[in-house]
């Protein structure tokens, strides 16, 4: 080596170190200022959630906004706020005839593998190249629709198909009851049953109290608190209507609304701990074990092992003939292409290979034959919202990010959609809004939710403004402490949280701090992400049983009105 470079290579090597050991010690205090995480402390409370919260508080900065009222408006802009069907519900199969027949169809026949039946015999059938009598091509287009959202489309004029199939003849009633225009083309296109499935366990304590487990037999129980159950979304879920509408029959069989009914299905909800917003939901629940019984379509349930392996299928209510319906006035040729196709599916070949889908069930059940009207399935549906809870209120809280990247167009259909959605939340709930960037801002505290704490909550949501990082967790530190207080005033009130964010935490406490108090204090947290599939919100939802919603600028408003009026 040259002794003359010796100096220059140990200049640099010195300055090098200089530079790293000044970068780490950057880092360590620009870590030391976003991190909030408790510091760890020794002994047996290091890890309790009580004093992972309490340590937690001490290290977040907390504003409180002053109150100011808005607006409340109380319009009904439904129609206008349902999504861009092409992006919210794009086609499964896409015909190019020269006679195109698009069907709305749910997803058990129009999804994937098992649930895939119509979109492969629509495949085939347009493979084939069909003409009609005047010697032009014609095809199906598929669209996977969930039977309510397909009524709603329709009922408002917003998006018209040439077919509908609903999974059973309750929401083609409660669609025409609405204002749509729909003619019975077939009554079955494929056949399937609603049922409830009970764990074996469950099932012999029905069989040995009552004699026989059958559905009314199974809604005593829930109604006695010998069973807790779930049940779908009936808004939106043909199983779940089916469920409402019978469980009232059985209640009242000369009037679904008589105070009889309303005082039976009251205590019927109290062994529902909850309305599930999804199948998924509920299906979870049931594995967890918190739910000893869930309603489901017998295709779906053949098609589970873990539902076949240790829960009976137990059938109930109005077929799940999947009838096919035209809508509105079509014209020569897309009558001809309808009834082609029409004639295709129940063929021979496409009814062998719903079969092997495991549609087509045992036909020796007696299905409810009963008389109902589209306008007594919309009077069911406004009983469940009034009476879905019981009596008993609900303490939420909502959580909006208004960090740097909500800036602009998302902050503007977040403001709606909180708007929108709090028409669907009832006066004797109990709510609250908080909103987060670095820090956290309460925004209105809990109270009733009567036209005064409307107006403050417009008022509140107009004031958002976005800017600087996404402190997720923090924010529901908060919220968790705020909900405990509140409950000492609402003590029977059952609690949620619902937080909406449009990117992954990046500073404050960390997941696993959070999701400890979560899990901990049993709160449901119903998370949202906003233009971003965020895996952490996902799981946060998963601890104590709520959903996670994946939605974008177009479609926030409608997911968050279905879920609060779902959940509130």
Same mark, same amino acid.
């Not at 907390?62 to 439904?78: A, C, H, P, R």
């Not at 960090?403 to 959609?417: A, E, F, H, I, V």
């Not at 708007?419 to 670095?438: Q, W």
């Given at each position: ?32 200022? $976003? ?9 047996? @409370? ?37 999504? $861009?069907?092409? *992006? ?7 015909? *190019? ?39 032009? /091509? ?23 198909? %040439?077919?509908? /199939? ?9 669609? +025409? ?6 003619? =019975? ?8 049953? #609603? &049922?409830? +499935? ?12 009552? &004699? ?19 049940? /779908? ?5 043909? *199983? ?17 609304? @008589? ?5 039976? !299905? ?7 701990? !909850? ?16 739910? %000893? ?32 319906? @035209? ?15 029409? $004639?295709?599916?129940?063929? +021979? ?77 009832? @006066? ?29 909550? #417009? ?39 619902? =937080? ?43 601890? $104590? ?5 994946? +939605? ?17």
């Amino acid at each position: 080596m040259n002794k003359s470079k010796s100096p220059v290579i140990i200049a640099v090597i010195g300055a090098l170190v200089t530079m790293i050991m000044i970068i780490a010690v950057i880092h360590s205090t620009s870590s030391g200022k $976003n991190n909030k995480d408790p510091m760890p402390s020794t002994g047996n @409370s290091a890890n309790d959630p009580e004093k992972v919260l309490e340590r937690s508080l001490k290290n977040i900065k907390v504003k409180t906004s002053t109150k100011v009222q808005g607006t409340v408006d109380y319009s009904d802009k439904s129609a206008a706020n349902l999504p $861009n069907i092409n *992006t919210k519900y794009p086609l499964t199969i896409e015909g *190019t005839g020269d006679v195109d027949i698009e069907i709305f169809s749910t997803s058990e026949k129009a999804g994937k593998n098992n649930n895939g039946w119509l979109n492969e015999i629509a495949q085939e059938f347009n493979d084939q190249r069909n003409r009609l009598s005047n010697g032009k /091509t014609i095809s199906v287009s598929v669209r996977s629709i969930p039977s309510g959202a397909s009524s709603d489309y329709i009922s408002n004029n917003v998006y018209i198909p %040439q077919a509908y /199939t609903p999974s059973n003849e309750l929401f083609g009633k409660l669609a +025409a009851e609405q204002g749509a225009k729909l003619n =019975l083309e077939a009554e079955s296109l494929v056949a399937n049953t #609603a &049922g409830i +499935a009970i764990s074996r366990t469950a099932s012999s304590a029905v069989a040995s109290k009552y &004699g026989e487990v059958n559905f009314e037999n199974i809604v005593d129980a829930v109604v006695n608190g010998e069973l807790q159950m779930g049940y /779908t979304y009936p808004y939106t879920s043909a *199983t779940g209507l089916n469920f409402l509408v019978n469980a009232l029959q059985h209640f009242d069989g000369n009037d679904i609304l @008589s105070s009889g009914a309303i005082e039976k !299905f009251q205590q019927l909800q109290k062994g529902i701990p !909850f309305v599930c917003y999804t199948t998924d939901q509920m299906v979870n629940a049931m594995q967890s074990g918190t739910l %000893q019984a869930g309603v489901v379509e017998y295709q779906a349930y053949t098609n589970s092992p873990v539902l076949k392996g240790g829960y009976d299928f137990v059938p109930f209510g109005y077929k799940h003939s999947n009838p096919l319906y @035209s809508v509105g006035d079509l014209s020569s040729d897309q009558k001809e292409a309808l009834s082609a196709f029409l $004639n295709y599916a129940l063929s +021979a070949g496409p009814q062998a290979h719903a079969k092997e889908y495991g549609f087509d069930p045992d036909n020796s059940f007696k299905y409810t034959t009963a008389s109902i009207s589209g306008a007594d399935i919309m009077s069911a549906q406004r009983l469940w919202k009034e009476e879905k809870d019981s009596g008993t209120p609900t303490i939420a809280l909502f959580i909006a990010d208004v960090s740097g990247s909500m800036t602009g167009d998302p902050l503007n259909r977040l403001k709606d959609s909180l708007l929108e959605a709090s028409k669907n939340i009832k @006066s004797d709930n109990y709510v609250g809004l908080i909103s987060y960037s670095d820090d956290v801002t309460i925004d209105l505290p809990i109270d009733q939710f009567g036209l005064e704490q409307r107006s403050y909550f #417009a008022g509140a949501v107009e004031k958002m403004r976005a800017g600087g990082n996404t402190a997720s967790y923090d924010a529901l530190m908060v919220a968790v402490n705020m909900i405990n207080e509140y409950r000492t005033t609402v003590p029977n009130a059952k609690a949620m949280i619902f =937080l909406l964010s449009d990117g992954q935490c990046n500073t404050g406490i960390s997941y696993s701090s959070a999701a400890n108090v979560v899990s901990h204090y049993g709160i449901p947290i119903y998370t949202i992400g906003y233009n971003e599939q965020i895996d952490s919100l996902k799981d946060l939802s998963s601890i $104590n049983e709520a959903v996670y919603i994946d +939605a974008d600028n177009d479609d926030v408003i409608y997911e968050l009105s279905a879920l609060f009026n779902a959940q509130m």
